[in-house]
C-alpha cells in the first residue's frame, strides 16, 4: 500500500477511513456516504482541512485546545520527555518526576486542601475512579452501604460503563444495559427548556431540592456522593440558575454526602477562573480533571481530591485500583508545561477580565436574533437556544434537524460551532483575541441568518 499522507487526494482519504475506521457517535452509514471533514493542521484557534479551507475552530478541538494550537513548546516538552524516559507506570511503589512535578503544581493551583491527585488516562476513567473512591472512602469509614451515587438527566460524564451511568444521557443508557447498579438520576436545572411558568430561582431552588427529596427516598447513609457539572457542558452548555448551587451545596453539607464537582470542561480557566467550583463557589470533595489540564495536546485526566478524603483512603490500605497509563510521564509533561503557559501567560486572568466580558455582550445581544430565545454564557463557554416561539419557550417539532442545518452552515462559512438538538454551542480556544471573536461572531450570525 502507498503511505498515507495529507497530500492524498481527499475523496481517497475518507474512503479509506470510512472503510477500516469507527468514529465514535456518528452512524458508520452516513460516513460512508458523506466523507469525514478531514483536518491536516492548525494554528492559533484555526483549523486547516485537506481541501485547504480553513476554519475557525470555536469548540476548542473537544472543548480542550485551551491554550490554542501549534504551540512547540509543548511539543518540545514531549519529545523531550520520551527521550528521557517514555514511559513507566506509578503502580507498587514507583514514581517520576513528570508526575511528581505536576501533582505538586496542581495542589497549587487547586482550591485550599486539595494536595491529592489520582490519574487516568481521561475523563471518562477518571471519573470511574470517582465511583470506586467514593465508595471504598465510605467503606473504610464503616458505612459500606453508602453506595448511590447521584447525578443527573443529561448531564455527561464519559463513555466507559461507569461515566456513561453517571451520565444522565438515555441514548448512551440504551446502548450496552446502562446505568450499572446504584446511580439515580434527578432532572438537570435547564430553565429554558424545562422551567415552564417558574422564575429561574425558583426553579433552580426546586431542581437542587430533588437533590434532598433523593436523599430522603434511599436514606443518607445509602448515599456516596452527588456528582455534576458546574456548567453542563455536552448537554448544551445549560448555566444554572443562581440559587442552584448555593443549594445543593446546601443540601451536600446537611446529609453528610460527598459533593463531585466534574471540572473535565470547566477546568483550566473556562469559566474564567481555574476552577468552575471557584466560579460557581462550590466545595466539592473530588473534581474530575482531564481536557485543558493538557489543552489536548496528550491524553490525560485525574481525581483531585481533597485532604479529608484522601487521607482516609491513603490509610486503608491498597486502593485496588488504577490504569496502565496512570501518570503517564509524556502526558504529564506535556500538562505541566501547559499549566506554565496558561500561568505565565495569564490565560485565565485574560479570559475573565477581557476576553469573556468581550464575547458575552455579543452573545448575548444574538437574543435580538429572530431565531434565538436564549443566550447563556459563563466564560469561555456559551449557547443560544433556537425556538419558534420566543415567548413561550417553544421547542421546533423537528428537534434537533435546525441545530444540524445551522452547524452544517457554520461548516461552509468557516466555523465549527456544534449543535445538542436546537442549542448552538461554542467553547472556543482561551486565547482567541478579540478580533477573532468579532469573526467568531460575524459566522455565527451568518449562519443563524441562513439558517432561519
Ligand atoms: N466529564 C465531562 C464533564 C465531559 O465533558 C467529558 C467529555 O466531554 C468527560 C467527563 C469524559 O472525558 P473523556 O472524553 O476524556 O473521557
Redesign the pocket.
Known sequence: MNKITNHMPTAELQALDAAHHMHPFTAGAELAKAGARVITSADGVMLTDSEGKTLLDAMAG???VNIGYGRNELAEAAARQMRELPYYNTFFMTTHVPVIALSAKLAELAPEGFNNVFY????????DTNIRMVRHYWSAKGQPEKKIIISRKN??????LG?ASL?GMIPMHQQGGLPIPDIHHIDQPNWWAEGGDMSPEDFGLERARQLEAAINHYGEDKIAAFIA?PV???GGVIVPPETYWPEIQRICDAHDILLIA?????GFGRTGNWFGSTTYNIKPHIM?I??GLSSGYA?I?GSLVCDEVADVINNAGDFNHGYTYSGHPVSAAVALENLRILEEEGIVDTVRDETAPYLKEKWEALTDHPLIGQASISGMMASVAMTPHKESRAAFKTSGALGYYCRTRCFDNGLVMRHVGDRMIISPPLVIKKDEIDTLMDRAVKSLDETY
Open positions: 473537544l472543548w480542550c487516568a488516562g481521561s475523563g471518562s476513567e477518571a471519573n448531564g455527561y460524564h464519559g463513555s466507559t461515566g451520565g457539572e453542563q457542558g455536552a466534574d471540572e473535565v470542561i470547566c474530575t482531564a481536557k491524553p485526566g
